[in-house]
């Protein structure tokens, strides 16, 4: 099946510091590409959805000028959290799909934020 | 605004017994709904997708039915084993194949030996 990756698998950052997430798809070329937030014991919010080479779409109540989302090639996609603050503390989970194969998802494994 | 419960939010059950889990929506107008497992501080494993016209799809030991008009969906586990401990998620894609995945809470089981 189709691998996502990501980088780094977790992350401890200072407040006030910004973090970069890689997401990529291994095995295929990923047309759009979704990043998810997820609290403990609570369940995956969608923050935003990206296509490539396309500006990121971002749901509401997400501020795009923290989360900074570049999608620049069909394999690589990467969320900065701007100027961290420990309310952003999460674990940040992409998934990726080829729109012109199939409409399924895939998942990466998630990448644990600490903001102290 | 299409919102997905999962009931029980956990679920403790000793070694072998069969189970249900259960997933409910509040738009019937969905595209599929797919299962998910994610073990703790992993990623997500996707288990069975069932699209908008089907009523259940299975796999080895699980079996997933889905009643779109009444908004609900069941994942059934044969056989529980203690490798099957995890949190179950039922999400559901709206409307179109590119519509959002919108996800449940989950289910969080333990099987105990």
């Known amino acids: 099946g189709a691998v996502v990756s990501q980088h780094p698998s977790w992350v401890i950052c200072k407040s006030g510091t910004s973090v970069k997430i890689e997401c990529r798809s291994l095995?295929?070329?990923?047309?759009?590409m979704f990043w998810y937030r997820q609290f403990p014991k609570q369940s995956l919010m969608l923050m935003a959805t990206?296509?490539?080479?396309?500006?990121?779409?971002?749901e509401q109540g997400v501020e795009k000028d923290k989360f900074l989302i570049n999608h620049a090639s069909l394999t690589l996609s990467t969320l900065t959290v701007t100027s961290a603050h420990p309310e952003d503390s999460s674990f940040y989970i992409c998934?990726?799909?080829?729109?012109?194969?199939?409409?399924?998802?895939?998942f990466g494994p998630g990448t644990r934020l600490t903001v102290t | 605004k299409q919102e997905v419960t999962q009931i029980p939010a956990a679920l403790s059950v000793p070694e072998g017994e069969n189970l249900v889990l259960n997933c409910s929506f509040t738009?019937?107008?969905?595209?599929?709904l797919q299962w998910f497992r994610q073990d703790p501080g992993k990623g997500l494993t996707s288990l069975l997708l069932?699209?908008?016209?089907?009523r259940e799809q299975t796999s080895g030991r699980l079996n997933a039915s889905l009643d779109k008009s009444s908004g609900r969906s069941t994942l059934y586990i044969a056989a529980s084993q203690p490798g099957d401990s995890a949190t179950y998620l039922c999400?559901?894609?709206?409307?179109?194949?590119?519509?959002?995945?919108?996800f449940g809470q989950g289910t969080t089981l333990q099987v105990k030996p």
């Open positions: 999400a559901v894609r709206h409307a179109s194949n590119t519509g959002k995945l919108i």
């Open positions: 095995d295929f070329q990923a047309t759009t």
């Open positions: 738009d019937s107008a969905i595209y599929n």
């Open positions: 998934s990726a799909r080829d729109n012109r194969q199939s409409y399924e998802q895939y």
């Open positions: 069932i699209q908008s016209s089907q």
């Open positions: 990206s296509n490539e080479g396309s500006k990121a779409t971002y």
